[in-house]
């Protein structure tokens, strides 16, 4: 049965930030800047306070009570994280600042262990900049190579090639941050696993949006920041296979990675700790914890079917500009609840300003994915994405700034393709 959030749920959850509530240039704030950072809702924002204010301490340290309730908020942060991905167990739960850190660790201390010159890379067009530039590097140090699997005219994956023998990592973001796509990780991972490659999945955009079961999505590796699922900047997790995480030297070097420290060198802590080097973000794991149960109450699958319900009705409405190309799947079930466009020729900077001054906040840019910009022609795109506070009367309110805008700059129309762009032949080309 298809659940949705009703009208009262939603005022309720409306209530729960009390960001939203403010007025930006004298206009309502509509808040369409999700997919860069959500907002926090005070749950989230009154529990950091209450580490600050009543038990602020080190944790794994001391012997008093302050740092021992600290340490027990700090690893119930851990499971609730773990449960919320359905997670093997607590110690698969690696806490970072975030997915460009997750990513960066995999790729400093699994890549640097296990790939070797020649060995294959295998990346999309779709990926954001944290998911290429450390396996750029990665390549560079190694002497391993980039590939690409293509993107299809409609903006998903071409999975019709099998993967090649040589490839040793495949690095794939859940949702794209531009086009939107599902990508379907369960497909690749099975795919990469009978050539033995080992599956890094980007969930930055998917784990705030849909429910993530990492044993059903049969990844390796899952990464996702906190700031884009109502919980703090400067958390987040990297899940891992156990066994590969153990085999895995450390990352960072420093206290709690370690057992024992000799004059000579040193022995590795035991998971998760090898892999959170000095003193953690303590506050920001509480906070993560408390934005994932925020998360689960309300029902992953409801926040997806309403993101779904505002996204099919932004491009419906959006198909009312002939001057709008929307970029990927023309399907709202196929993308997350995101809408990157452009306007005709005019620029996607001038179109944030112009918006902005209405109270409506999108993203405008290459939204760190500078080398899909290229891959469709562009140098950059509008961005609108939506999270569970969002409603259909923001979108009108949008749709009627999108028409002050048109008539303001007096777009020309260009011939409307939705979701189409030219795909170019997978390149092998180091960067
Ligand atoms: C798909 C994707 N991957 C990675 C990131 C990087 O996330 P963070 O800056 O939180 O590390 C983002 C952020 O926008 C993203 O959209």
């Known amino acids: 049965m298809i659940e949705l959030l009703d009208s009262v749920e939603l005022e309720e ?27 926090k809702p005070r749950a989230v924002i009154e529990a950091m306070n209450d580490y600050y204010h009543r038990y602020n ?14 340490t027990r908020e700090y690893e119930l942060a851990r499971a609730k994280v773990a449960r919320f991905l359905n997670a093997e167990t607590p110690d698969t739960i690696i806490f970072t600042r975030g997915t460009t850190e997750s990513i960066n660790l995999v790729a400093q201390t699994w890549g640097r262990a296990n790939l070797k010159p020649g060995d ?21 140090s190694t002497g391993a190579l980039i590939r690409r699997i293509p993107l299809l005219p409609d903006g ?9 023998e040589r490839t040793k990592l495949v690095a794939v973001t859940h949702a794209s941050n531009v086009l939107g796509t599902i990508n379907p990780v369960r497909q690749i991972a099975d795919a990469a696993h009978r050539i ?30 906190g700031h884009k699922m109502l919980g703090p900047t400067g958390s987040g997790v990297l899940y891992g296979k156990r066994a590969l995480l153990a085999a895995m030297p450390p990352f960072l070097g420093g206290g709690e990675m370690i057992r024992e420290v000799r004059a000579d060198g040193f022995t590795c802590n035991e998971l998760p700790y090898k892999f959170e080097a000095g003193t953690p973000a303590i506050a920001e794991a509480i906070g993560l914890g ?32 002939p001057e709008i190309v929307v970029y990927g799947p023309a399907d709202a079930s196929a993308r997350s609840g995101l809408v990157a466009f452009t306007m005709g020729d005019i620029h996607p900077h001038d179109m944030a300003t112009f918006l902005d001054a209405d109270g409506i906040a999108i993203r405008a840019g290459h939204h760190c994915a500078q080398p899909l910009h ?15 506070y969002n409603t259909r009367s923001e979108v009108d309110a949008f749709i009627e700034a999108l028409r002050k805008t048109k008539n303001f ?13 030219g795909t170019t032949p997978v390149t092998g080309a180091q960067p």
């Open 120 to 140: 294959e890379i295998l990346l999309t067009w779709m990926e954001h900049h944290s998911n290429l530039v450390p396996w750029y590097q990665l390549a560079a």
């Open 409 to 421: 700059f007096g777009a020309c129309p260009t011939s409307r393709q939705l979701g189409v762009f």
């Open 57 to 70: 301490a080190n944790v794994h340290r001391g012997i008093h009570a302050l740092a021992e309730r600290a």
């Open 290 to 321: 408390v934005a994932v149960d925020y998360l689960a109450q309300v029902g992953l699958q409801k926040i997806r079917q309403h993101e779904q319900e505002l996204t099919a009705y932004t491009l419906a409405r959006m198909a009312e500009f």
């Open 374 to 388: 290229k891959h469709l022609g562009l140098t950059a795109t509008s961005r609108a994405s939506f999270y569970l």
């Open 196 to 225: 033995g490659a080992v599956v890094l999945v980007d969930g930055a955009q998917a784990a705030p949006h849909l429910a993530v079961d990492v044993p059903s999505l049969g990844c390796d590796f899952y990464a996702l920041s």
């Open 13 to 39: 959850i409306r209530d729960d930030f009390p960001l939203l509530a403010q007025r930006v240039h004298g206009k309502p704030l509509i808040y369409f800047d999700n997919a860069a950072t959500s907002q």
């Open 156 to 164: 998903t994956l071409d999975l019709s090639q099998p993967f090649s």
